[in-house]
């Protein structure tokens, strides 16, 4: 066979295999975009994994390199911190970024993979990602991941007590920072690393030095809530190094305080109130310490507040123990014991198990002493033999990156002579190219006849796919328009049962009788309002503000007569379903009703306020209120004979709420209620 004609069946073979697989390309897209929303709402962590899983696959179909990459990055994200799979799903963003030369992306991978090699305490690995990601971000002048590569380089060096080096990048990492228009941003994570650097090699003043930076530059930008932790972070190093003045100490937390207070944030003035405590207990002003102790319990925390408690409790243990008062230091010990047994935080538990045990045995409790004088020799014992593997561990590495650095300069010479045999391999398989082309042209066909037939398969699926969701769509729109006229002859039903009672009043000549039947007519026509509402929209809500005005005209019309009220009503965005809005809808006009009939004086400025407020995620409020005289207060709510009053408390009843009313300044009606969801979990 000629190379002619063999290039002439191969060039049909491969224009009828691409055809083929781009006619499938918008089915995969979409399925690709649809799995992107799934995953935008998506929170647990081994359904991401899932997720992102297949849409790798479907990147893949797409060959689109881009997303291939950022699913990649994703998944290396979702992954354990330091394990294989990350390690495994970055290398393979990398390899797709180099063969694509995405420069960008390249850059990014190199630091990832240096922060996954850095966990796993391969630094040689590391390093050599980190200084990857310098050069190529040299080479395109990307600041900011210069920035990004001298700070993770930094880290690194420390990890391997390379701390002159580690100073070094951050000092190059300032600079570049220093040049750029939002440079706080940029240089607060630095100085952060450094300052880590700095007290995590003893060097406690130097690291301070750096959070009095830090803390300067959120205070200049008003950011209080990191001011405050960060003040807070500075106590805890005062405290441990004693290398700072009380009245330092003193002033540094006071201002904690104060800048947590400007924006409420309750966790950082507890514990500033903690750390004052102990600072005050060091100065002997028992007194004050108590106060501040006292101040932070008083706290209301929320997720946090179980760490925080254990901290507190175990600072009134000193504080008690420090006054030889052994009762208190006992029940303040045993609180924060147990705190700290059930968070498994080792150090302090064998801290509150060894006061515990010495303040049993001031009591000549020997029991209990030996108990908790046990937990804590448990504790030493364990955490001595960690410590010890630990700094093995660390001599091992050490040991172990200087002899990779040699065996590096080893590989080097010898990549060399490797490179002349890769040449010599290159030239031989050049001489296999037509026997393998012969094969390709082979497996190219059955490829285009797989794919025709898939093709036809998968069209003929779509096809009556297609037809099955016309069938659903058109049920859902018959069931959608029955639905509407079912609500539509509901509210004609509601009206004509209105005009019966309407041509019933006319012949009723007691006035109370005509009250009643008219109070009847007005809750029709407020169950009549709801089903228009419903007819009129498609969403299967009813927009309460909108209903509450067209309530209140009408409500208006009937009893204002020569008063005049001004209405405020505040209900925007409300909606609410059917099981809902009927209940509301009458105690709504009940209210109104009321307030027209009782409350108003055609000589007075009345006025007539509505709202309805969402309270939280399971509660909303109803308040009508008016200037009116009010409801006399002999009055018992929950024996009360009216049936206005008696029905809108069955209807509070009805949605699970309470009902409650305050004469203060005219009635005020407050009725806090749940939906329907709500509702139906609580049942």
Same mark, same amino acid.
């Given at each position: ?75 290396? %994200? ?87 080096? %580690? ?161 208190? %230091? ?86 060399? %002579? ?266």
């Amino acid at each position: 066979m000629s190379i002619k004609p063999l290039k002439y069946y191969m060039l049909i073979a491969a224009f009828f295999a691409v055809f083929c697989v781009s006619a499938q390309q918008p089915n995969i897209q979409k399925k690709y975009d649809s799995l992107s929303a799934v995953l935008s709402k998506t929170q647990h962590k081994d359904s991401v994994i899932l997720l992102l899983k297949q849409q790798q696959e479907l990147a893949e179909a797409l060959h689109n390199t881009s997303e291939q990459i950022k699913v990649f990055t994703r998944l290396a %994200a979702s992954s354990t911190r330091g394990s294989d799979a990350q390690a495994i799903y970055l290398k393979k963003a990398y390899a797709l970024a180099e063969a694509t030369k995405d420069t960008v992306a390249l850059i990014q991978t190199s630091i990832q993979l240096a922060r996954a090699y850095q966990v796993k305490n391969e630094y040689t690995q590391a390093l050599s990602h980190v200084n990857n990601s310098l050069k190529l971000s040299e080479e395109t002048a990307n600041k900011i991941t210069m920035i990004e590569g001298y700070s993770v380089r930094a880290n690194i060096n420390n990890n391997i007590s390379q701390k002159a080096e %580690a100073i070094k990048d951050l000092n190059s990492a300032k600079k570049i920072a220093l040049q750029l228009p939002e440079k706080e941003e940029q240089l607060i994570p630095i100085l952060k690393t450094q300052s880590f650097i700095y007290y995590s090699n003893g060097q406690y003043k130097e690291g301070l030095a750096i959070l009095d930076e830090v803390v300067a530059l959120y205070e200049n930008a008003e950011k209080y809530r990191s001011s405050s932790i960060w003040r807070n972070n500075k106590a805890m190093i005062h405290l441990s190094c004693a290398c700072v003045s009380i009245e330092e100490q003193k002033e540094n937390l006071y201002t904690s305080i104060k800048n947590a207070k400007k924006i409420n944030f309750n966790a950082g003035e507890a514990y500033a109130n903690v750390h004052l405590a102990r600072v005050l207990k060091s100065e002997n002003k028992m007194d004050s310490a108590y106060f501040y102790l006292e101040e932070a319990s008083k706290i209301q925390l929320g997720r946090r507040s179980k760490s925080f408690n254990g901290y507190l409790n175990q600072t009134k243990g000193d504080f008690w123990a420090t006054k030889n008062n052994a009762n208190q %230091a006992i029940k303040y010990f045993t609180k924060a014991y147990d705190i700290w047994d059930e968070l498994n935080v080792l150090k302090d538990k064998q801290y509150t198990a060894k006061a515990l045990a010495d303040f049993y045995q001031r009591k000549n409790n020997p029991k209990e002493a030996y108990k908790y004088l046990e937990i804590y020799t448990k504790i030493k014992d364990s955490a001595f033999s960690k410590q010890k593997v630990e700094e093995l561990k660390e001599i091992e590495l050490t040991y172990e990156f200087e002899k990779q650095q040699y065996k590096d300069s080893i590989q080097n010479a010898e990549a060399l %002579a490797v490179l002349d045999l890769k040449q010599q391999n290159e030239l031989q398989e050049e001489r296999h190219v037509q026997q393998i082309l012969l094969g390709l042209f082979v497996v190219a066909l059955a490829l285009g006849g797989f794919a025709y037939y898939a093709y036809q398969r998968k069209k003929k699926t779509s096809k009556i796919l297609d037809e099955k969701n016309k069938i659903i769509e058109k049920a859902l729109q018959e069931k959608q328009l029955l639905l509407k006229e079912v609500h539509h002859r509901v509210k004609n039903n509601f009206q004509i049962v209105s005009s019966l009672l309407e041509l019933q009043t006319k012949g009723i000549e007691d006035e109370k009788a005509l009250d009643l039947a008219n109070e009847g007519k007005n809750r029709v026509k407020s169950m009549a309002l709801i089903h228009q509402k419903l007819y009129q929209n498609d969403t299967g809500l009813i927009d309460f503000d909108e209903y509450i005005n067209v309530l209140v005209k009408e409500l208006s019309y009937m009893y204002a007569s020569d008063k005049k009220v001004a209405t405020n009503i505040n209900t925007e965005n409300m909606q609410f379903d059917i099981d809902t809005a009927i209940p509301l809808g009458l105690i709504v006009n009940e209210l109104i009703t009321n307030a027209y009939k009782y409350a108003f004086d055609a000589a007075a400025d009345n006025t007539l306020n509505i709202s309805i407020n969402k309270l939280n995620e399971d509660e909303y409020k109803l308040v009508v209120a008016d200037n009116g005289k009010g409801i006399d207060d002999a009055i018992d709510l929950a024996k009360v004979k009216s049936l206005g009053l008696r029905l809108v408390r069955r209807l509070t009843k009805q949605l699970q709420g309470q009902f409650t009313l305050d004469n203060t300044k005219g009635a005020t009606f407050e009725i806090i209620f749940k939906d329907t969801q709500k509702r139906a979990l609580l049942d």
